[in-house]
């Protein structure tokens, strides 16, 4: 479903390095590794928010590497995006925020857009919030919005950056399964980021390692935490001794 | 001894001809980002991309709410005006000359120039700082990533709002600057309204009117691109959020005043 070949990416110096990936559909794959190894970037090259400087990116079998912003549309209607930050528009209530995609889609009609609005914020166990201004919630309430609105549409892709980042572990724990859940019933492709691996991992079908810009590992979940691999081997265990 | 490869030696300071041409080059950059930035907004327009609610939405914020502030500032525009001529009038007896003298200078440059100043500081400075949250916040990826198009949706109505309103509040405060001269003419000097706004009203021609506003249509346009460029630029978390204010207030007067430059010169 999703596909890197060969992708780089460089700032001020280079953060992707000859990157090659598959995600299958149906998929839910766990992107792990330090900070600043890619993961994020990685992200945005998937819909379009950055261009690689090499390589090819794949979605659903159509190379979207050279769209325009305007080509990048009709892709990027097939995405849901969890930001790192939540993303939620300070200047919509919460219900609007949930909302927003539906109307970008052409869903008018408002007693189906208070339906699904609704029925999101009850599966993140935020029933009655519509109403609610973004700027007044909770780092995890907003985490949970983000989620909502990522998940509103039913996206054949859902890509998740850091979704329990800066939650407290049980909030984290119910994140990481209401994420699964969701994944199960929409039969989504999912990519998620996370460097809560302990819990990544307890949902994850498959799991890919960055390390220094270069995928140093794409396998089962199983494989994974079987790995040899000196670095993924340090870094899954959260072993304080070794290359990292 | 150090050799030319040792990593310990210091490094090298930078010569004032470097720290000049890296100087140059990020001014350049800058101009060069906003050129491209007016002219993706310019694109825009044909045929028009524009959000009508956010326009509307905009166009109240930026008019309305400054109101106040730009009526308070020509008012007492208006009055300095005439306590500078005061000494030269009552000197010469040129009681008739006041009112074009004001009118003239009001309507050409200072009425213009001040209130535009007055609109960046509040009007950019807070569209820098608003769209520079919703950058670093990633609010902007993430209407892209909802298939609509932060310029059409974000900027435009800004853009729009900002030349409109501050053509709208030149001509209310070019009115509440010569408010401002008359009754200062009259508690001050002695010099009747009538007096006043006949030497405007005979001296003053419809052109230096013009001529006012043709130049605050430029400086929206100038106050507009900086401080959207400043704010869709911002790096480096709520930190980057302030020096992008500063850097946009800063831009966008010397923009205003470049363009007065040439503007007084080519419309003279």
């Not at chain 1, 001020?12 to 330090?34: E, H, I, N, S, W």
């Not at chain 1, 990048?72 to 969890?82: C, D, E, I, M, P």
């Not at chain 2, 520079?132 to 800004?158: C, F, H, K, N, W």
């Amino acid at each position: 479903m999703l596909e890197l070949r060969g992708v780089s990416k460089a700032f001020a110096g280079p953060v992707l390095r000859d990157v090659t990936l598959q995600v299958p559909k149906g998929c839910l794959y766990g992107l792990v590794g330090p900070g600043a190894s890619g993961k994020s970037v990685l992200l945005k090259l998937l819909v379009g928010l950055l261009k690689p400087d090499a390589g090819r990116i794949l979605v659903a079998g159509e190379d979207v590497t050279d769209l325009d912003e305007i080509q990048l549309h009709r892709v990027r209607q097939r995405f849901g995006f969890l930001f790192q930050n939540y993303a939620l528009f300070d200047f919509l209530t919460v219900g609007e925020n949930i909302a927003f995609p539906l109307r970008q889609l052409g869903l008018t009609d408002e007693d189906e857009l208070v339906r699904r609005v609704a029925e999101r914020l009850q599966a993140v166990a935020l029933s009655g919030f519509e109403a609610r201004a973004p700027g007044g919630l909770s780092g995890g309430q907003k985490k949970r919005v983000g989620v909502a609105r990522a998940t509103v549409t039913r996206a054949e892709v859902v890509l998740y950056d850091e979704p329990a980042a800066g939650l407290d572990p049980v909030t984290s724990q119910k994140i990481f399964d209401l994420l699964a859940r969701e994944q199960r019933e929409a039969g989504a492709t999912v990519l998620m980021v996370s460097s809560d691996v302990a819990r990544l991992l307890t949902v994850t079908d498959r799991v890919g390692m960055l390390y220094k810009g270069r995928l140093i590992f794409d396998g089962t979940t199983e494989e994974a935490l079987g790995s040899r691999h000196p670095v993924v081997k340090q870094f899954l265990h959260g072993e304080p001794d070794g290359p990292i | 001894m150090a050799s030319p490869t040792d990593r310990s030696s210091p490094p090298r300071e930078e010569s004032l001809a470097e720290e000049l041409g890296r100087e140059v080059l990020s001014v350049a950059a800058q101009a060069g980002g906003m050129t491209v930035l007016a002219l993706r907004l310019l694109r825009r327009l044909f045929p028009p991309r524009v959000d009508g609610p956010e326009l509307l939405r905009n166009l109240h914020k930026m008019g309305v709410r400054s109101l106040p502030i730009v009526g308070v500032t020509a008012l007492f525009t208006g009055a300095i005006m005439v306590i500078q001529a005061g000494v030269l009038i009552r000197r010469y007896g040129a009681d008739g000359l006041l009112g074009w003298g004001a009118g003239f200078a009001i309507l050409r440059e200072v009425g213009p120039i001040l209130i535009a100043l007055m609109f960046s500081g509040r009007v950019g400075a807070n569209t820098t700082a608003e769209l520079g949250t919703m950058t670093v916040t990633e609010q902007i990826d993430a209407l892209s990533t909802l298939a609509i198009d932060p310029l059409s949706y974000l900027v435009l109505p800004r853009v729009l709002a900002m030349v409109a309103m501050l053509f709208i509040l030149t001509i209310y405060g070019d009115a509440l600057a010569l408010v401002g001269a008359a009754f200062t003419g009259q508690g001050l000097l002695g010099i009747g309204a009538r007096t006043f706004f006949n030497g405007l009203v005979e001296m003053v021609k419809a052109w230096d009117l013009i001529n006012g506003l043709i130049k605050s249509v430029g400086f929206g346009v100038i106050i507009a691109v900086a401080s959207t460029y400043y704010g869709l630029s911002v790096t480096g978390g709520a930190p980057g959020v302030g020096r992008a204010v500063n850097a946009g207030v800063v831009a966008s007067a010397t923009g205003i005043f470049i363009t007065d430059y040439f503007s007084t010169y080519i419309l003279r």
